[in-house]
């Protein structure tokens, strides 16, 4: 049966589309660019923020040259792509390939086995948060059953669908820093403490710095970050609405190291308006619009709706589900969401998103503008919001989704039982700039320039930070947050994807999921459980919880696990997983002997 799982999607592959060879090149130069209106150094990619969308179909060979042009060493890494027999272009320093030296090119490639939304983005440091990412749509075999029937059984409005995910429109959603990563980086080590404050919000690379008055700020106020506020006395939200850096230290780390304008200093400024028209002709029936939302962020996870409209949900992570009819989506960092939009009214309707996460309230807009050929400018239509700038819904009558109920379409059964189980303890240390998946910190210093793991299997039955599997097993894997309060993290698996089995509050005492699923099988879904490469950890507030996922390994090679939230991953928040040691891929010589 799981056999038969995986060969399925490749029969389809063949049969519905003939590879084509695609070819991109990727110039990477350091820059001043003001994506929010105001002026910093940062990544240009191909002389634009974003860097350029790589649009390519299922079964397409993809070269992508990489032109390194920047003061720093770099690599890109394709997130989500599973990179099926080609591990040494998953752009990873120190464990699929060497870094790209100031001046050096480095040549990636890869099949695209897989469709739907993904993106790419620099893994070396903190260079992501320097600008270096953009969008990846791979456009469906034809083969693919898709899930727009079960939206409506109209033809001309399937008709109508299909063509809106044919021309699908990326939208990445972004915070950014007017500091440069390598300063934040060693500020915030310095200073021992999670510098979880940022500037603006970006839409597809534009944004606007919001400041608010106190009372603005004090209205909006969730009951979740007065309770962090309570842990100092008299504390409040900064002018940047960041909660302040003494709060975040929790009485440690080294607060005269916090330089100003990080946690507060804020300044109004402009970078302009994304905006996305949309033009319903004479023959549309019906008009439609897909979106491709990415989360890019650093740290944020953000709650996602646009005024008047609900979305159909048809995509999660590249791979079609079944559609869900929504208001807000919270669009978690590494996430994508595939959503269809129907039209309804000319008109100007605002898109939001608005951070959920405690330490800050960062909100942004762009504008969704729906238009009739050869018709008049509409008058103005009062765009109404499903999501307050806090990241609540603005009602209880809110549709906001659930990830639970995001079952993979066609279904796809899993076995029952896995071959082992591995549980990952994870923590912080200090103020709360150092962070465990495992017990133990894997610091990206401590591998990015190493020899690629790729090269030789490591020997480590002793060491927490890298985990070895047996190809063809399933593995289960559970993620225990021990010592609140955590943040939910967003656990990126490189490789391929996983299932959600379950998650609770409370320390997960079991030896495996047979026994956990007997002492409580109300918490478990092991018919038809989420798919995906990436699922945050419950909120660990005020007591532990934890989250279990199952995936096969069939896909040899060394991925990494790590913690999305880029100062988490920085702070060591990673473990290296050895998929298939038994099965290890040989490199070829190109990459080998690449300096």
């Given at each position: 049966?799981?056999?038969?799982?995986?060969?399925?999607?490749?029969l389809a592959?063949?049969?519905?589309?003939i590879?084509?060879?695609?070819?991109?090149?990727l110039?990477?130069?350091w820059?001043?660019?003001s994506?929010?209106?105001?002026?910093r150094?940062?990544?240009l990619?191909?002389?634009?923020f974003?860097?350029p969308r790589?649009?390519i179909?299922?079964g397409d060979?993809?070269?992508?040259?990489?032109n390194?042009?920047?003061?720093?060493?770099?690599t890109?890494?394709?997130?989500?792509?599973?990179?099926?027999?080609?591990?040494?272009?998953?752009?990873?320093p120190?464990l699929t390939?060497?870094?790209?030296?100031?001046g050096?090119?480095?040549?990636?490639?890869?099949?695209?086995?897989?469709?739907?939304?993904?993106w790419y983005?620099?893994h070396?440091?903190?260079?992501?948060e320097?600008?270096?990412?953009g969008?990846?749509t791979?456009?469906p075999?034809a083969s693919?059953q898709?899930?727009?029937?079960?939206?409506?059984?109209d033809?001309?409005?399937i008709?109508?669908?299909e063509?809106?995910?044919?021309k699908?429109?990326?939208?990445?959603?972004?915070?950014h820093?007017?500091?440069?990563?390598?300063e934040?980086?060693?500020?915030?080590?310095a200073?021992?403490?999670q510098?979880?404050?940022?500037?603006?919000?970006?839409?597809?690379?534009?944004?606007?710095v919001?400041?608010r008055?106190?009372?603005?700020i004090?209205?909006l106020l969730?009951?979740e970050r007065?309770d962090?506020?309570?842990?100092?006395?008299?504390?409040?939200m900064?002018d940047?609405?960041?909660i302040?850096?003494?709060v975040?230290a929790?009485?440690q780390?080294?607060?005269?190291?916090?330089?100003?304008?990080?946690?507060?200093?804020?300044?109004p400024s402009?970078?302009?308006?994304?905006?996305?028209?949309?033009?319903?002709?004479?023959?549309?029936?019906?008009?439609?619009v897909?979106?491709?939302?990415?989360?890019?962020?650093?740290?944020h996870?953000a709650?996602?709706s646009?005024?008047?409209?609900?979305?159909?949900v048809?995509a999660m992570?590249?791979?079609y589900?079944t559609p869900?009819?929504?208001?807000?989506?919270?669009?978690a960092?590494?996430?994508?969401?595939?959503?269809?939009?129907?039209?309804?009214q000319?008109?100007?309707?605002?898109i939001r998103a608005?951070?959920?996460i405690?330490?800050?309230?960062?909100?942004?807009?762009?504008?969704?503008q729906?238009?009739e050929k050869?018709?008049?400018e509409?008058?103005?239509?009062a765009?109404t919001?499903?999501?307050?700038d806090?990241g609540?819904?603005?009602?209880?009558?809110?549709?906001?989704?659930?990830?639970?109920?995001a079952k993979?379409?066609?279904?796809?059964?899993?076995?029952q039982?896995?071959?082992?189980?591995?549980?990952?303890e994870?923590?912080?240390e200090?103020?709360?700039?150092?962070?465990?998946?495992n017990?133990?910190?894997l610091?990206p210093a401590d591998?990015?320039?190493?020899?690629?793991?790729?090269?030789?299997?490591?020997?480590?039955?002793n060491d927490?930070?890298?985990?070895?599997?047996?190809?063809?097993?399933?593995?289960d894997?559970?993620?225990?947050?021990?010592?609140?309060p955590q943040?939910?993290?967003?656990i990126?698996?490189h490789?391929?994807?996983?299932f959600?089995?379950?998650?609770?509050?409370?320390?997960?005492?079991w030896?495996t999921?047979e026994?956990?699923?007997?002492a409580?099988?109300?918490?478990?879904?092991l018919?038809d459980?989420?798919r995906r490469?990436?699922?945050?950890t419950?909120?660990?507030?005020?007591?532990?919880?934890?989250?279990?996922v199952?995936y096969?390994v069939?896909?040899?090679?060394?991925?990494?696990?790590?913690?999305?939230?880029q100062?988490h991953?920085?702070?060591g928040?990673?473990?290296i997983i050895q998929?298939?040691?038994?099965?290890?891929p040989v490199?070829?010589?190109e990459?080998?002997?690449y300096?």
């Open positions: 049966m799981s056999v038969l799982r995986y060969i399925l999607p490749t592959l063949a049969l519905g589309a590879a084509d060879a695609k070819s991109f090149t110039d990477l130069t820059e001043t660019a994506p929010d209106g105001f002026e150094k940062m990544i990619v191909n002389k634009q974003t860097g790589i649009e179909t299922e060979d993809v070269t992508i040259k990489v390194n042009n920047l003061p720093y060493a770099t890109v890494h394709y997130h989500g792509i599973e990179q099926l027999n080609t591990p040494w272009s998953d752009g990873v120190g390939q060497k870094p790209i030296q100031p050096k090119s480095f040549e990636y490639k890869w099949k695209a086995t897989q469709y739907g939304a993904y983005h620099a070396y440091e903190g260079l992501i320097d600008g270096l990412y969008a990846i791979i456009h075999a693919h898709k899930p727009f029937s079960q939206i409506s059984s033809s001309a409005a008709h109508a669908m063509q809106a995910e044919k699908v429109v990326p939208l990445l959603l972004a915070d820093r007017h500091m440069i990563s390598e934040v980086h060693d500020l915030s080590k200073a021992d403490i510098f979880s404050c940022y500037d603006s919000f970006l839409f597809n690379g534009k944004g606007s919001i400041c008055t106190p009372e603005q004090d209205a969730t009951q007065k962090v506020l309570a842990n100092v006395a008299g504390a409040r900064t940047k609405a960041c302040p850096a003494a975040i929790r009485g780390g080294d607060l005269s190291k916090v330089p100003a304008g990080v946690f507060d200093g804020c300044q402009d970078g302009g308006l994304e905006t996305f028209k949309v033009e319903k002709s004479n023959c549309d029936t019906e008009k439609w897909a979106f491709d939302l990415v989360g890019a962020y650093g740290l996870t709650m996602f646009i005024d008047n409209h609900s979305m159909w048809y992570d590249g791979a589900v869900q009819e929504v208001e807000a989506i919270p669009v960092n590494g996430d994508r969401y595939s959503v269809l939009v129907k039209y309804k000319q008109g100007d309707f605002t608005a951070s959920v405690a330490t800050q309230m960062l909100s942004g807009t762009a504008l969704l729906w238009r050869g018709q008049p509409p008058t103005i239509v765009s919001p499903w999501v307050a806090n609540k819904p603005t009602s209880k009558d809110v549709r906001v989704f659930r990830q639970a109920l993979p379409f066609p279904p796809i059964a899993i076995p039982t896995a071959s082992v189980l591995h549980k990952f994870m923590r912080s200090g103020g709360s700039y150092f962070w465990a998946l017990d133990n910190f610091l591998y990015e320039n190493d020899s690629p793991v790729l090269f030789g299997v490591l020997a480590a039955e927490p930070t890298v985990v070895s599997t047996k190809n063809g097993t399933w593995v894997m559970v993620f225990q947050a021990t010592a609140p943040p939910p993290h967003p990126h698996k490789g391929n994807k996983m959600l089995l379950g998650s609770g509050t409370g320390n997960f005492t030896n999921i026994e956990a699923v007997a409580n099988g109300t918490l478990w879904n018919v459980p989420p490469d990436a699922f945050a419950p909120n660990a507030i005020s007591q532990p919880t934890w989250m279990a199952r096969l069939d896909n040899p090679g060394p991925w990494l696990l790590h913690c999305h939230i100062n991953m920085m702070g928040m990673s473990v998929d298939g040691i038994d099965a290890w490199t070829p010589q990459y080998v002997n300096d």
